[in-house]
């Protein structure tokens, strides 16, 4: 069983930065990709970033957040960082880790974090 545990969430002020952080755990033979989506209550998941754990680290960004956030990741821990900088208030959701994992059986399989919480007000 693979576990993703978020932290790094919290309340911030317009402007702020926060870094969000992502550990896999468990039966893993390869993570293909990690990345961090966000919800609002009554909303559909967004994509905010996604890295790839291949080569050097292909990185995608949602329109929304290009220029205020760097994805990164570390492969031999099996973690993802979200460095979240000039933070606007429309930035305050539920983020949550995801990750594309090969198990021991050879399958691919998509996992999800439990959701941190990142709030953006004075």
């Known amino acids: 069983q693979v576990q993703l545990v978020e932290s790094g969430g919290g309340l911030v002020q317009p402007g702020g930065s926060l870094r969000l952080s992502c550990a896999a755990s468990g039966t893993i033979v390869s993570i293909n990709r990690m990345g961090w989506y966000r919800q609002a209550p009554g909303k559909q998941r967004d994509l905010v970033a996604t890295?790839?754990?291949?080569?050097?680290?292909?990185?995608f960004y949602a329109d929304s957040v290009k220029g205020r956030v760097t994805i990164s990741r570390d492969n031999a821990k099996n973690t993802v960082n979200l460095q979240m900088n000039t933070l606007k208030p429309e930035d305050t959701d539920v983020y949550y880790c995801?990750?594309?994992?090969?198990?021991?059986?050879?399958?691919?399989?998509?996992?999800w974090g439990q959701g941190t919480q990142v709030t953006v007000s004075t």
């Open positions: 995801h990750a594309v994992i090969t198990g021991r059986d050879g399958f691919v399989r998509n996992y």
């Open positions: 890295i790839t754990s291949g080569g050097g680290g292909s990185t």
